[in-house]
Protein backbone atom coordinates (compact mmCIF):
# COMPACT_ATOMS: atom_id res chain seq x y z
CA UNK A 1 0.00 0.00 0.00
CA UNK A 2 1.17 3.20 -0.91
CA UNK A 3 2.39 5.40 1.86
CA UNK A 4 -0.13 8.31 3.20
CA UNK A 5 1.18 11.90 2.40
CA UNK A 6 0.02 13.53 5.19
CA UNK A 7 0.75 18.09 5.70
CA UNK A 8 2.15 19.01 8.85
CA UNK A 9 1.53 23.12 9.33
CA UNK A 10 3.90 24.08 12.42
CA UNK A 11 5.93 26.91 11.93
CA UNK A 12 7.76 26.20 15.27
CA UNK A 13 10.82 24.15 14.71
CA UNK A 14 10.94 21.72 18.10
CA UNK A 15 7.03 21.47 18.03
CA UNK A 16 7.83 20.04 14.45
CA UNK A 17 10.25 17.69 14.75
CA UNK A 18 7.72 16.21 18.12
CA UNK A 19 5.23 15.12 15.27
CA UNK A 20 7.83 14.16 13.09
CA UNK A 21 8.69 11.44 15.37
CA UNK A 22 5.45 10.46 17.03
CA UNK A 23 4.25 9.95 13.30
CA UNK A 24 7.20 7.87 12.76
CA UNK A 25 6.06 5.20 15.58
CA UNK A 26 2.46 5.04 13.55
CA UNK A 27 1.66 1.58 12.07
CA UNK A 28 0.37 3.88 9.33
CA UNK A 29 3.30 4.75 6.96
CA UNK A 30 3.32 8.64 5.72
CA UNK A 31 5.30 11.09 4.08
CA UNK A 32 5.26 14.58 5.65
CA UNK A 33 5.06 17.48 3.81
CA UNK A 34 6.00 20.65 5.99
CA UNK A 35 4.54 23.69 5.79
CA UNK A 36 5.59 26.61 8.07
CA UNK A 37 2.46 28.85 7.53
CA UNK A 38 -0.98 28.08 6.89
CA UNK A 39 -0.17 29.57 3.19
CA UNK A 40 1.98 27.29 2.20
CA UNK A 41 0.21 24.28 3.75
CA UNK A 42 -2.92 25.60 1.44
CA UNK A 43 -0.83 25.04 -1.57
CA UNK A 44 0.44 21.38 -0.16
CA UNK A 45 -3.12 20.46 0.41
CA UNK A 46 -4.46 21.77 -2.38
CA UNK A 47 -2.47 19.21 -4.53
CA UNK A 48 -4.37 15.76 -2.53
CA UNK A 49 -7.89 15.07 -3.25
CA UNK A 50 -9.00 14.25 0.48
CA UNK A 51 -5.94 15.46 2.29
CA UNK A 52 -4.80 14.29 5.64
CA UNK A 53 -3.40 17.48 8.00
CA UNK A 54 -1.94 18.66 11.21
CA UNK A 55 -2.45 22.25 11.64
CA UNK A 56 -1.29 24.57 14.36
CA UNK A 57 -3.36 27.37 14.75
CA UNK A 58 -1.16 30.36 15.47
CA UNK A 59 1.02 30.76 12.54
CA UNK A 60 2.26 33.59 10.51
CA UNK A 61 0.87 35.06 7.33
CA UNK A 62 -2.77 32.90 7.45
CA UNK A 63 -3.23 31.30 10.56
CA UNK A 64 -4.70 27.50 10.69
CA UNK A 65 -7.95 28.45 11.10
CA UNK A 66 -8.05 30.77 7.90
CA UNK A 67 -5.85 28.22 6.10
CA UNK A 68 -9.22 25.53 7.12
CA UNK A 69 -11.50 27.75 6.36
CA UNK A 70 -9.90 28.24 2.21
CA UNK A 71 -9.30 24.67 2.17
CA UNK A 72 -12.64 23.22 2.78
CA UNK A 73 -14.44 25.56 0.83
CA UNK A 74 -12.69 23.21 -1.94
CA UNK A 75 -11.95 20.12 -0.06
CA UNK A 76 -14.87 19.72 2.86
CA UNK A 77 -13.67 16.17 2.44
CA UNK A 78 -9.96 17.33 3.65
CA UNK A 79 -9.68 16.06 7.35
CA UNK A 80 -7.86 18.44 9.97
CA UNK A 81 -6.12 17.77 13.33
CA UNK A 82 -6.11 21.25 15.02
CA UNK A 83 -2.93 20.89 17.78
CA UNK A 84 -2.72 24.00 19.52
CA UNK A 85 -1.48 25.37 23.39
CA UNK A 86 -4.58 27.28 22.92
CA UNK A 87 -8.57 26.30 23.92
CA UNK A 88 -9.08 30.06 23.14
CA UNK A 89 -12.92 30.77 22.84
CA UNK A 90 -12.05 32.99 19.79
CA UNK A 91 -11.30 29.66 17.84
CA UNK A 92 -13.83 27.72 18.99
CA UNK A 93 -16.25 29.77 18.17
CA UNK A 94 -14.85 30.16 14.59
CA UNK A 95 -14.37 26.58 13.37
CA UNK A 96 -18.18 25.79 14.95
CA UNK A 97 -18.76 28.04 11.63
CA UNK A 98 -16.28 26.89 9.23
CA UNK A 99 -17.05 23.19 10.10
CA UNK A 100 -18.37 21.51 6.49
CA UNK A 101 -21.45 18.86 7.63
CA UNK A 102 -20.37 15.94 8.46
CA UNK A 103 -16.57 16.52 8.15
CA UNK A 104 -14.06 14.95 9.87
CA UNK A 105 -12.16 16.50 11.86
CA UNK A 106 -10.04 17.04 15.86
CA UNK A 107 -9.13 19.43 18.14
CA UNK A 108 -6.07 18.08 20.40
CA UNK A 109 -4.17 20.12 23.15
CA UNK A 110 -0.44 20.46 22.80
CA UNK A 111 -0.25 19.71 26.67
CA UNK A 112 -1.65 16.43 26.69
CA UNK A 113 0.62 13.25 26.96
CA UNK A 114 2.05 12.13 23.82
CA UNK A 115 0.25 8.81 24.02
CA UNK A 116 -2.76 10.91 23.82
CA UNK A 117 -1.77 12.97 21.11
CA UNK A 118 -1.17 9.97 19.04
CA UNK A 119 -3.67 8.14 19.51
CA UNK A 120 -6.29 11.24 18.73
CA UNK A 121 -4.60 12.06 15.86
CA UNK A 122 -4.23 8.77 14.24
CA UNK A 123 -8.51 8.35 15.52
CA UNK A 124 -9.01 11.75 12.89
CA UNK A 125 -6.97 10.88 9.63
CA UNK A 126 -7.67 7.15 9.63
CA UNK A 127 -10.13 6.17 11.54
CA UNK A 128 -12.42 8.51 10.45
CA UNK A 129 -13.95 9.86 13.53
CA UNK A 130 -13.90 13.44 14.94
CA UNK A 131 -11.72 13.60 18.37
CA UNK A 132 -12.04 16.48 20.36
CA UNK A 133 -10.39 17.48 23.70
CA UNK A 134 -12.73 17.57 26.55
CA UNK A 135 -11.27 21.13 27.76
CA UNK A 136 -12.28 22.26 24.26
CA UNK A 137 -15.22 20.76 24.14
CA UNK A 138 -16.14 22.75 27.69
CA UNK A 139 -15.43 26.08 25.43
CA UNK A 140 -17.79 24.77 22.68
CA UNK A 141 -20.70 24.53 25.16
CA UNK A 142 -19.83 28.16 26.11
CA UNK A 143 -19.98 29.76 22.57
CA UNK A 144 -23.07 27.92 22.30
CA UNK A 145 -25.17 29.40 24.98
CA UNK A 146 -26.73 32.31 23.65
CA UNK A 147 -26.65 34.25 27.06
CA UNK A 148 -22.99 34.68 26.30
CA UNK A 149 -21.89 33.62 22.55
CA UNK A 150 -21.19 36.75 20.83
CA UNK A 151 -22.45 36.82 17.37
CA UNK A 152 -20.26 38.60 14.91
CA UNK A 153 -21.80 41.99 15.30
CA UNK A 154 -20.34 41.83 18.76
CA UNK A 155 -17.05 40.59 18.31
CA UNK A 156 -16.43 42.96 15.63
CA UNK A 157 -17.26 45.54 18.81
CA UNK A 158 -14.98 43.70 20.91
CA UNK A 159 -12.37 44.18 18.51
CA UNK A 160 -12.78 47.77 17.43
CA UNK A 161 -12.69 48.40 21.65
CA UNK A 162 -9.34 46.00 22.01
CA UNK A 163 -7.41 48.55 19.41
CA UNK A 164 -8.77 51.62 21.57
CA UNK A 165 -10.76 53.34 18.77
CA UNK A 166 -12.98 55.92 20.01
CA UNK A 167 -16.95 56.17 19.75
CA UNK A 168 -16.16 58.50 16.48
CA UNK A 169 -13.65 55.83 14.87
CA UNK A 170 -15.65 52.68 15.24
CA UNK A 171 -18.64 55.10 13.43
CA UNK A 172 -16.40 55.36 10.39
CA UNK A 173 -14.92 52.44 10.28
CA UNK A 174 -18.49 50.33 10.21
CA UNK A 175 -20.71 52.85 8.85
CA UNK A 176 -22.58 53.47 11.90
CA UNK A 177 -24.12 56.29 14.05
CA UNK A 178 -23.15 57.00 17.29
CA UNK A 179 -25.79 55.61 18.51
CA UNK A 180 -25.53 52.60 16.49
CA UNK A 181 -21.68 52.10 18.12
CA UNK A 182 -23.27 52.76 21.66
CA UNK A 183 -25.82 50.22 20.67
CA UNK A 184 -23.09 46.96 20.09
CA UNK A 185 -21.35 48.02 22.95
CA UNK A 186 -23.88 47.91 25.18
CA UNK A 187 -24.86 44.42 23.73
CA UNK A 188 -21.59 43.63 23.86
CA UNK A 189 -21.20 44.68 27.82
CA UNK A 190 -24.44 42.38 28.09
CA UNK A 191 -22.68 39.22 26.73
CA UNK A 192 -19.71 39.81 29.04
CA UNK A 193 -22.37 40.04 32.12
CA UNK A 194 -20.73 43.69 32.75
CA UNK A 195 -23.10 45.31 35.05
CA UNK A 196 -21.77 48.66 36.56
CA UNK A 197 -24.86 49.27 38.52
CA UNK A 198 -24.03 46.31 40.98
CA UNK A 199 -21.02 48.55 41.68
CA UNK A 200 -22.20 51.71 41.84
CA UNK A 201 -21.99 53.80 44.58
CA UNK A 202 -22.96 57.72 45.78
CA UNK A 203 -19.61 57.88 47.47
CA UNK A 204 -17.32 56.23 44.70
CA UNK A 205 -19.30 56.29 41.33
CA UNK A 206 -18.86 54.32 38.63
CA UNK A 207 -16.89 51.51 39.78
CA UNK A 208 -14.87 50.44 36.31
CA UNK A 209 -14.26 51.73 32.87
CA UNK A 210 -16.53 49.75 30.94
CA UNK A 211 -14.50 49.32 27.83
CA UNK A 212 -11.29 48.28 30.29
CA UNK A 213 -13.30 45.87 32.35
CA UNK A 214 -14.79 44.65 29.06
CA UNK A 215 -11.26 44.01 27.90
CA UNK A 216 -10.28 42.32 30.33
CA UNK A 217 -13.23 39.93 30.81
CA UNK A 218 -13.08 38.86 27.15
CA UNK A 219 -9.05 38.16 27.81
CA UNK A 220 -9.63 35.84 30.23
CA UNK A 221 -12.67 33.80 28.20
CA UNK A 222 -10.23 33.47 25.86
CA UNK A 223 -12.28 35.45 23.20
CA UNK A 224 -8.74 37.64 21.99
CA UNK A 225 -4.92 37.28 22.57
CA UNK A 226 -2.15 38.98 21.61
CA UNK A 227 -1.63 37.18 18.39
CA UNK A 228 -4.63 37.97 16.96
CA UNK A 229 -5.20 41.37 17.81
CA UNK A 230 -1.72 41.67 16.01
CA UNK A 231 -3.13 41.04 13.06
CA UNK A 232 -6.34 42.94 13.31
CA UNK A 233 -3.82 45.81 14.18
CA UNK A 234 -2.49 45.33 10.29
CA UNK A 235 -6.19 45.32 9.23
CA UNK A 236 -6.61 48.49 11.04
CA UNK A 237 -3.43 50.42 10.33
CA UNK A 238 -4.84 49.40 6.18
CA UNK A 239 -7.86 50.82 6.40
CA UNK A 240 -6.63 53.84 8.58
CA UNK A 241 -4.34 54.94 5.47
CA UNK A 242 -7.16 54.61 2.88
CA UNK A 243 -9.20 56.70 5.71
CA UNK A 244 -7.04 59.12 5.70
CA UNK A 245 -5.91 59.22 1.80
CA UNK A 246 -10.03 60.16 0.94
CA UNK A 247 -10.38 62.75 3.96
CA UNK A 248 -7.37 64.56 1.91
Known amino acids: ?43 LAQAHDEPLIISDIQMPQMNGVEFAKALWESKPKARIVFWSQFKDEMYVRTLAKIVPPETVYGYVLKSSPREKISAAMATVLFDDQCWIDPEV ?13 LSDIEYEALIDLSLGLTDNLIAQRRYLSRRGVQSRLNSLYGKLSLDQEQFQSDKVGDAFNLRNR ?35
Open 137 to 149: RKVQGLTGHSQTA
Open 1 to 43: MAPYALVVAEDNPKDFEFLKQMVADWEHDCVIEHAPNGLIALE
Open 214 to 248: AFSVALRRGLINAFELEHEEEYLQGWLKRYKSGMG
